[in-house]
């Protein structure tokens, strides 16, 4: 996500690229399938039919498999609210509303069981298996469910242009450390963490609206009032999609992806398209190709900057400045790589990826000095810009928490997540840069693409694509950045 700041040098290209073994084909044929057919009705609600097929590679027999239900933090009372109080305003213009989900059918199988539910609001869906699941073998779970959108300039929900059609379907849980982890709603930061899936899905929508989304349209047919739009998406984290009756769009093939720009209030769209090809380009350059076939940028009603899902992202249309309005597009394209290709769980260590595409979008305007940033202005305004957060902190509350692992519920304010994650992530990768030079530094971030591309990386695992490559110890140094013993000074 984008919530504040905009940022820093000089691309090298090296040589070093995603193997042949990574190849979507090739990852895709061992990934668990989710089948969507969705009919959007004008009442703002969704009629689901969902079926996936899972295939349980944990190593153990399973006795239940957890899907995690983002909508019902958006319900009313829920305890892991999707707003900060200081945004309540700005994300719900028409006054406050409230959405959810209800799962209406669940079987596995074929034979019908109970849904059960955990955790606050009900946000974790339990299934359970009628006999336990061995190890390698494979199960069908279908649901029925109705979603209902909240009026809210949100992920999910609808705005004054745009529908918002993200976080909506029970998607499986995190398989880490012998369980299913979902991480709890939060509007501190990105609270999303999931493994790459493959969709087929059906959407059924009044034909007035055109949609962006994940994957590639594959066939869309118009039958009465509706559209019809059958859509593929392999290896992928997340399967979001947009609707609007105000879309106009620009769409070009860039080398083998087919870039798109939705939008409908933009004084210079041609210009928001051209940073959207130029960020494409130059991160597969720097970072390892984008393997996708689709990447679709979409103006949203947004109550923060932008929003970066798979194959699409949203950009706010209350992005007033332009300049701060391509920065958005450049941090969420940046996305595609922190995040869309090597996951991490955003709800722990949302430094990780926040940091590294702030550095990124840095590493856009060196590249492209044309945009008018002066990187080393960047570096330093935000260095600045840190230490008087941090000395504010410790006039007005005695003491500051420079700490970065922390998980999103640990920070007592929006503006704190976004100093240590977005600011100080940022100036961590900077000083890293520095301490490895530039030609390292990229052919590192090459080879983290290379080993965690759809995967999920933790910290220890960047930090040890780096030590790879550079032959260098640096743990020491991460370790003194995440535990707030790096000091950091005013730069004159
Ligand atoms: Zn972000």
């Known amino acids: 996500m984008k919530k504040t700041l905009a940022i820093l040098f000089m691309c090298v290209l090296c040589l070093v690229g995603c193997g042949k073994s990574n190849s979507i084909e090739n990852v895709s044929a061992n990934l668990n399938t989710y089948t969507l057919e969705i009919d959007y009705n004008k009442d703002h609600t969704l ?12 190593g153990q027999s399973l006795e239940n498999i957890k899907f995690c239900l983002y909508p019902t933090a958006f319900k009313d009372g829920a305890k892991n609210a999707p707003v900060s109080p200081t945004n309540i305003n ?38 359970k298996f009628d006999e336990s699941l061995k190890n390698n073998n494979s199960a069908t779970i279908e649901m029925e469910y109705v979603v209902t959108l909240p009026n809210v300039n949100h992920r999910f929900g609808y705005g004054n242009n745009t529908i918002n059609i993200a976080n909506f379907y029970p998607i499986i849980g995190m398989w880490e450390n012998g369980e299913f982890v979902c991480t709890p709603y939060n509007y501190n930061g990105d609270p999303f963490y999931s493994d790459v899936a493959n969709y ?29 739009y059958q859509i593929n998406a392999k290896a ?50 720097m970072f390892g190709k984008y393997p996708y076939e689709t990447f679709n940028v979409v103006q949203t009603n947004f109550v923060h900057g932008g929003m970066e ?51 990124s979008t840095l590493m856009f ?28 902190m410790e006039d007005v509350v005695g003491k500051a928490d420079t700490t970065m692992n922390r998980n999103l519920s640990e920070y007592d304010t929006e503006s704190e997540y976004v100093y240590m994650s977005y600011i100080k992530g940022m100036l961590f990768y900077n000083n890293l840069r520095e301490i490895v030079g530039e030609d390292k530094f990229v052919e590192s971030l090459k080879q983290y693409v290379k080993d965690y591309s759809f995967k999920v990386a933790t910290p220890e695992d960047m930090i040890k694509s780096f030590e790879k490559v550079c032959k260098m110890e640096l743990e020491n140094l991460l370790n003194s950045w995440i535990n707030g013993n790096v000091v950091i000074k005013n730069v004159a």
């Open 47 to 58: 009629n689901v039919k969902q079926t996936v097929n899972y295939k349980n590679t944990t």
């Open 309 to 359: 899902f798979p194959n699409l992202v949203y950009i706010s249309d209350e992005v007033d400045n332009h300049n701060d309005y391509l920065n958005v597009i450049i941090h969420e394209t940046a996305h595609q790589w922190w995040y869309g290709l090597v996951g991490s769980n955003a709800y722990n260590y949302g430094w990780l990826d926040e940091g590294l595409t702030e550095f």
């Open 365 to 392: 305007y060196e590249e492209y000095s044309d945009y008018g940033i002066n990187t080393d202005d960047m570096i330093k305004n935000t260095t600045n810009s840190y230490v008087t957060f941090v000395d504010l």
């Open 236 to 285: 992928v984290r997340d399967f979001a999609f947009v609707l609007s009756d105000k879309f106009e769009v620009l769409t070009e093939d860039v080398n083998g992806v087919q870039i798109s720009y939705f939008y409908y209030d933009d004084e210079d769209p041609n210009k928001s398209f051209d940073t959207a090809k130029k960020a494409v380009t130059l991160f597969s350059d």
């Open 200 to 228: 087929n899905v059906t959407i059924n929508a009044p034909k007035e609206y055109k949609i962006a989304t994940t994957g590639k349209i594959v066939s869309q047919n118009e039958n009465n009032d509706l559209i019809n």
């Open 90 to 127: 700005k994300a719900y213009p028409n006054g406050l509303s409230y959405g959810g989900i209800q799962i209406n059918k669940l079987n596995v199988a074929g034979k019908e069981v109970t849904p059960a539910y955990e955790g606050d609001d009900d946000y974790v869906l339990v299934v």
